[in-house]
């Protein structure tokens, strides 16, 4: 079965499942304390039902199993099913809470209304055109008393340093892109109004940018853009030899050992649902 993007969700313009797994496991080395430190923030004591919108390959899908416990459900969606096919194969550890994987979308998460203590998404409302609608689906999963926890980002507050010409020249092609196909990739920096919309009192909100100077996490950004080099080019947003050059240029600079990056900073807000 495949979700049509243009039914129930917008484009992901990232390869899935196995393609962009060994990336996705960057994405949680680096972003995954930020995301813990939300969930924590929420309150993990005595929740039994999780959700988690938008769960990739099932990384943190398997974290709230683990931290909830045997007799606990988490239920995990995706739109793609080449990432639900990787989330299936990954099994949480002994005594874990059970975890069902479905075919689903933000918009319309096809999960029962009023039922979860904890709802989670990451780097997910970048993606969508309408995050106010995506948030509001989730807000309604919640029974009252129950959590959203959002993690997302501002990509424009990724920093060079020293200052790279080609960073610069490609963040200038997002904002392009980011125009084009009608998101916003700095949505990080509205999770509060986001929630506050959908009717929700933000109890936590809190901002991570973690610095590299070596290892994958100094490349993650690099690699994510040649990921996104094709869907980029296709939407008009950056000439293909343009892109090429600049994404070569990315490594060039990346490789000195003088250099430290600065990866997108990631805000994680909570939401409580009254009552």
Known sequence: ????????????????GSQDAARLDVIQEVYGPISIRGLEAAGMDGVRRAADI???????????????GEGSSVDGIDISEDQLAVARMG???????????????????????????????????????????AV?????????GGRLVIVDMDMYSFLAMPP???????????????????????????????????????????ADQPIFNSGPGKHLWE????NALPHVVKAGSIAPAEGEELIAGMATYDAR???????????????????
């Open 1 to 16: 079965m495949t979700i049509a993007a243009n039914e129930v969700g917008d484009r992901y313009v990232l390869p899935t």
């Open 54 to 68: 938008g769960c990739g390959t099932g990384t943190m899908s398997r974290w709230l199993a683990e931290r909830m």
């Open 91 to 133: 099994q949480p550890a002994t005594g874990s809470a059970r975890i069902t994987y479905s075919l689903a979308s933000a918009y319309e998460p096809a999960l029962p209304s009023a039922q979860y203590d904890i709802v989670f998404v990451r780097l997910v409302l970048c993606h969508l055109k309408e995050p106010d609608r």
């Open 136 to 144: 509001a689906a989730m807000a309604a999963l919640l029974k009252p």
């Open 164 to 206: 790279s010409e080609h960073y610069r020249r490609w963040l200038e092609g997002a904002r392009a892109h980011q125009h084009n196909i009608g998101v916003d990739y700095s949505v990080g920096k509205r999770l509060h109004e986001l929630l506050s919309g959908s009717g929700l009192e933000t109890t936590f909100l809190a």
């Open 223 to 226: 690699n994510t853009w040649r």
């Open 257 to 275: 050992p003088d250099v430290w990056i600065a990866v997108a900073k990631m805000f994680a807000a909570v939401g409580r649902k009254g009552g």
